[in-house]
């Protein structure tokens, strides 16, 4: 697939929801650098749904996949002690059926029923909803980092307790609306935003047993506007251009238009997706499962009508109830423009994406862009499958293999440059000397492979033209040379390189 231009946010939305330029009241500004997570080197991704309390597996197919991380997209298994007491019978009936901890001969004896009902026929020893007890005490531990939302059967009185920290485990890391994570690996910058719980539109404006915004409740768990309100908030927060976003739903967005919409509001580039129960996985893009344009505006014209007829039941109730509280109102506000962009009939809009026009300016717009270029996963549960996504930078490959072994760290300077740095300048010196000449001169503009230079220390007082922002070391200024950088770099060891990657320059310090 051709590289194409990552386009920059509309500059006309409200900053974090509100009318003026500062957070919500209450909220604390989200930072780019925020859960960041950097890692160097060829790196595995873990994609796994549904592990339903088998929680000792994460470790077996982490091994099995040769894994760094691990992202779980629901039914993780959220359930503690005295989860069993809270799940109503037909759930508890639902979970048993699919969980690989209880015995088969009591899922048999579930199903085939009897007058009295579950909890009273077998003891809770015999129906363990989850492992979770056993990592809460350390029995079992997660051996690496795994980044999971939560699913359509949780307890929502468990996440309550993550959220408010009474809940921790090493390594486990909860995405939600309110927290989102950034991971440097294998020279990419991925951005996880997470939604879990199952979208039910009768549900979306219902907090269940909740006490805070979670919603659920009897041992099941949905998403509601103000989470997806929420959860834009939070993108616009981290927004950084350089990012890989990657949208985590318990839910598919290939069924629910409403989500659909939403990873195009948070500028998605992927989508991983599982709540389906297949036994195969899928990757796609709409473009790949639509014939025309005008069938995926259906689909979406089809979930923004369903949405339309519970909002025009409840928003008599909810403007009111909300009216005191200026957050929620923002948030309601940012989920609401959401749906306000949706189409409202299959043959509406204009046909190319981007804003209507005429007469037709009332009918949502589509981004074809993300039509075309944006792709989603859906897992198969993890009984049957996983996904596995692997990123390398590839940059160690430039090198002979004996100065690899030289390189002490290889780190992202800017939007567009790495620095790879070695033990010594005579290291540095020597893997200069050993490279190819075509990646250490042009004789024409050839940007399909990189340029490499050693980076030329400027004097303290060196005036620069600016960049702009800053990196991870703080704020960096450069110009160009003929295809090489010369820049001050704070904090960058003097035995280094600075390198522009494929369709940038590279240099060595």
């Not at 509309?10 to 604390?28: K, L, R």
Request: include cysteine; glycine fraction near 8%.
């Amino acid at each position: 697939m051709a590289a194409q231009t990552r386009q920059p946010y509309n500059q006309g939305y409200m900053a974090n929801g509100a009318p003026h330029q500062g957070p919500v009241p209450g909220a604390i500004p989200l930072l780019p650098n925020q859960g960041r997570v950097v890692q160097s080197g060829p790196i595995r991704l873990l994609c796994i749904a549904d592990v339903r309390g088998n929680l000792r597996s994460l470790n077996e197919l982490a091994k099995q996949a040769r894994a760094d991380f691990i992202i779980h997209t629901g039914d993780f298994g959220f359930y503690d002690e005295s989860s069993l007491d809270r799940i109503a019978e037909k759930t508890l009936k639902h979970v048993a059926q699919y969980s690989p901890l209880i015995p088969e001969q009591t899922k048999k004896a579930i199903a085939q029923g009897g007058g009295a009902s579950v909890k009273s026929r077998f003891p809770p020893s015999e129906l363990p909803l989850s492992e979770l007890p056993a990592l809460l005490n350390k029995e079992i531990t997660l051996d690496i980092p795994v980044y999971t939302v939560w699913g359509a059967c949780e307890d929502v009185r468990v996440l309550e307790k993550f959220r408010s920290k009474e809940y921790k485990v090493n390594n486990l890391f909860i995405i939600d609306e309110a927290q989102s994570m950034l991971l440097e690996i294998g020279g990419v910058k991925l951005r996880l935003l997470g939604l879990g719980g199952a979208v039910v539109m009768h549900k979306l404006f219902d907090n269940g047993e909740g006490r805070t915004t979670i919603a659920g409740g009897q041992g099941t768990m949905w998403t509601t506007l103000l989470q997806m309100g929420e959860l834009v908030d939070t993108a616009n927060r981290v927004y950084d251009p350089t990012e890989t976003r990657v949208f985590v739903t318990h839910a598919s967005p290939a069924r629910e238009g409403i989500l659909n919409q939403l990873s195009v509001t948070l500028k998605a580039d992927f989508s991983i997706s599982a709540g389906l129960h297949f036994r195969y996985g899928s990757s796609y893009n709409e473009f790949s499962v639509n014939p025309t344009l005008d069938h995926y505006r259906g689909k979406l014209a089809a979930s923004k009508a369903s949405f339309s007829d519970v909002w025009e039941t409840v928003k008599g109730e909810v403007e009111p109830a909300i009216q005191q509280n200026e957050a929620q109102q923002n948030l309601l506000r940012n989920a609401l423009s959401v749906v306000e962009k949706m189409p409202t009939t299959a043959a509406g809009g204009n046909p190319f994406g981007g804003p209507s026009t005429g007469a037709n300016t009332s009918l949502g717009q589509v981004d074809e862009s993300a039509f075309k270029n944006m792709w989603n996963f859906n897992l198969a549960d993890a009984a049957f499958g996983y996904l596995v996504l692997e990123s390398d930078e590839q940059i160690r490959e430039l090198f002979i293999e004996d100065d690899r072994a030289k390189i002490v760290k290889i780190d992202k300077w800017g939007a567009q440059f790495k620095v790879i740095v070695f033990k010594s300048t005579e290291d540095r010196d020597g893997a200069m000397e050993r490279l190819p000449d075509d990646v250490k001169n042009r004789t024409h503009e050839d940007r399909s492979k990189p340029l490499i230079k050693v980076f030329q220390a400027q004097p303290p007082n060196a005036r620069f033209q600016p960049r702009g922002g800053s990196s991870a070391w703080g704020p960096v200024t450069a110009r160009e040379t003929t295809g090489a950088v010369v820049a001050e770099v704070p904090e960058v060891d003097a035995a280094a390189i600075v390198v522009g990657v494929l369709e940038v320059p590279v240099a060595i310090i």
